[in-house]
T-cell receptor, first 114, second 116 residues
């Protein structure tokens, strides 16, 4: 079975600074996707970034980028120039290409200090 | 585009009653929808996979007779919590996967269920 682990329950960052959220996963599948989702207090899940496992190049979306280390099964999220609106719970998720199911990590609550 | 709605957003019911939650994909067709449960400040736990026109697939430990899922059309899946009890109180979230897409899911805004 696939598992996703986020070892940082809480993180804080100063506004305009950079923060990295950690995520590791375990799988025996060869074809999969990895995601970072943001869940603000409204609890609406928002896709931040997506990485296809077959791609070596790390995905980037504006201020958000990932460090995908396939051999180490690591998938961290870097947020640059942090903004107050980035404060939320962040979930790392594994997506099986076979079933389409998403397996979520425990989440990391990010606080952004002004 | 890619909007998923849930109704109701909040529901309070008495113990022993049944509650139906609707999940709709508003601007795309979804052969597959997923239902999740989330406790406060916790992760999303997949409850079941709902496939249009066929029976839902439940995750281990989820009672299929307790949580009835119907996916009668390509834009609507429903979750019915039967004979609800206080321990069923939770936040229920659905997601919809556009037909033909494996790696995309769009999430609904969630439904907060409180059972008194």
């Amino acid at each position: 079975a696939q598992t996703v682990t986020q070892s940082q329950p809480e993180m804080s960052v100063q506004e305009a600074e950079t923060v990295t959220l950690s995520c590791t996963y375990d799988t025996s599948e060869s074809d999969y996707y990895l995601f970072w989702y943001k869940q603000p207090p409204s609890r609406q899940m928002i896709l931040v970034i997506r990485q296809e496992a077959y791609k070596q190049q790390n995905a980037t979306e504006n201020r958000f980028s990932v460090n995908f280390q396939k051999a180490a099964k690591s998938f961290s999220l870097k947020i640059s120039d942090s903004q107050l609106g980035d404060a939320a719970m962040y979930f790392c998720a594994y997506g099986s290409s076979n079933t389409g199911k998403l397996i979520f990590g425990q989440g990391t609550t990010l606080q952004v200090k002004p | 585009g890619a909007v998923v709605s849930q109704h109701p957003s909040r529901v309070i019911c008495k113990s022993g009653t049944s509650v139906k939650i609707e999940c709709r994909s508003l601007d795309f067709q979804a052969t597959t929808m997923f239902w999740y449960r989330q406790f406060p400040k916790k992760s999303l736990m997949l409850m079941a996979t709902s496939n249009e026109g066929s029976k839902a697939t439940y995750e281990q430990g989820v009672e299929k007779d307790k949580f009835l899922i119907n996916h009668a059309s390509l834009t609507l899946s429903t979750l019915t919590v039967t004979s609800a009890h206080p321990e069923d109180s939770s936040f229920y979230i659905c997601s919809a996967r556009p037909s033909g897409k494996v790696n995309e899911q769009f999430f609904g805004p969630g439904t907060r269920l409180t059972v008194l």
